[in-house]
T-cell receptor, first 108, second 115 residues
Framework: QKEVEQNSGPLSVPEGAIASLNCTYS??????FFWYRQYSGKSPELIMS????GDKEDGRFTAQLNKASQYVSLLIRDSQPSDSATYLC????????FGSGTRLSIRP | SAVISQKPSRDICQRGTSLTIQCQVD?????MFWYRQQPGQSLTLIAT?????????ESGFVIDKFPISRPNLTFSTLTVSNMSPEDSSIYLC????????????FGAGTRLSVL
């Protein structure tokens, strides 16, 4: 059974701080890795994709991938209240598998 | 990316009836998917909608309950048949536009309540 594991949270972070979201996956053959943001009552929105080891930055978001450790993370710098949402980690290996999501709350 | 239109956005249905959800994409896509998301839960893949052939269902989902059509590369429907309150959920259409990146985009979803 291919799995994607995330801490369900809630993760509470003060406004302006760095939020760190983590994800592990079981299939070593996984090739593509994604982070989706889902606001309550809305559908998932792709915010980051990463395909090779290392860091990928896009604005306040940085995705980090370590295939040897089967670990992918998302850092959100200068966290804003609008970042409060559930973040879904997704991994593709012949099909996409979603984690259960981490609920992030940014406190003013 | 892809622009995905899903309708209806929400509906309230009576037990024993059926509802058909439509998904329209603004470009031709090879792969379309249907997901269910129950309150507070993550996404569960129902099936992959294959153009010109029968959908591929995941374990726990059957064609009699969730018939799917995919008449062309831009459109698909999911029917929730003989509904019960346990079918109350959000149903999401998703597409992979191709281009080798394995990215999936989602429609806005259909919020279904069954009384």
């Amino acid at each position: 059974q291919k799995e994607v594991e995330q801490n369900s949270g809630p993760l509470s972070v003060p406004e302006g701080a760095i939020a760190s979201l983590n994800c592990t996956y079981s299939d070593r053959g996984s090739q593509s890795f994604f982070w989706y943001r889902q606001y309550s009552g809305k559908s998932p929105e792709l915010i980051m994709s990463i395909y090779s080891n290392g860091d990928k930055e896009d604005g306040r978001f940085t995705a980090q991938l370590n295939k040897a450790s089967q670990y992918v993370s998302l850092l959100i710098r200068d966290s804003q209240p609008s970042d409060s949402a559930t973040y879904l980690c997704a991994v593709w290996a012949s099909k996409i598998i979603f984690g259960s999501g981490t609920r992030l709350s940014i406190r003013p | 990316s892809a622009v995905i239109s899903q309708k209806p956005s929400r509906d309230i249905c009576q037990r024993g009836t059926s509802l058909t959800i439509q998904c329209q994409v603004d470009s031709q896509v090879t792969m379309m998917f249907w997901y269910r998301q129950q309150p507070g839960q993550s996404l569960t893949l129902i099936a992959t909608a294959n153009q010109g052939s029968e959908a591929t269902y995941e374990s726990g989902f059957v064609i009699d309950k969730f018939p799917i059509s995919r008449p062309n590369l831009t459109f698909s429907t999911l029917t929730v048949s003989n509904m019960s309150p346990e079918d109350s959920s959000i149903y999401l259409c998703s597409v992979n536009p191709g281009q080798g990146q394995n990215i999936q985009y989602f429609g806005a979803g259909t919020r279904l309540s069954v009384l």
